[in-house]
């Protein structure tokens, strides 16, 4: 299948999401493309199995071995993450699944980005099983804040200093070795139990086991999956729909099938 994608397929794929009580939506990096974020390997799709400044590799790097033992390091490279998101805006199809959130309020979203775009699109059933850029904490402490316009990444000393404790903060991110947050985990497992009445697989190669599991549970289970991506994935041969664009594209043309 290519871009000029029969309109049967979308038909069918919107008839059964407007059916759908409990839609889940799992999001990565190709979710971000219009937004103008790059989509290629790394925390937050922003590098491409290279040697950092230091020489050594990316994954090393934005560790939480490296974060421990050399925080100027993995801040550094978070820096630039953070940058590279910071002016960007949510895409259409990030504000079409908000949307469809107000709609069908069951609809949840599970998403590997640690762009924020999804919250800043106004989704709230939200799991950033990741983490965020734009949220700090502490490493001794339970103090946490917002970013705040951003600001926190400009002109800091490396790491920050905690206001409370004195110890170093670091971003709310799931760096690499480093375990899933149990929250997350918890709520994505609570979501599974209420069984999605339909899941979406877009812009993710859905290499992580606990990525490509809810379309695995939906085979299993006899309940549709779509994927909505340009390329073939860890999934594609297990979704009873595929859907080969991008996704702002693919959901414009589901919205406006929804909603003529």
Known sequence: MNESLPDAMLDDVA???GRAKRPLFITGAGISADSGLPTYRGIGGLY????????IPIEEALSGHMLARRPEITWRYIGQIERNCRDAEPSAAHRLIAALEV????????TQNIDSLHRKAGSKNLIEIHGTVHRLLCTACDYRRDVDGYADYDGIALPPACPRCGHPLRPDVVL??????AAALTQLARVMDDGPDLVFSIGTTSVFPYIAHPVWWARQNRVAAVEINPGETEVSALVSHRLEMGAARAMAALWSRLHP
Do not use: A, I, Y
């Open 15 to 17: 008839d059964r999401l």
């Open 176 to 181: 690499f070795g480093e375990m899933l947050p």
């Open 103 to 110: 709609e069908k309020p069951g609809t949840w979203v599970l």
């Open 48 to 55: 491409n199995d290279r040697q950092t400044e230091e020489g």
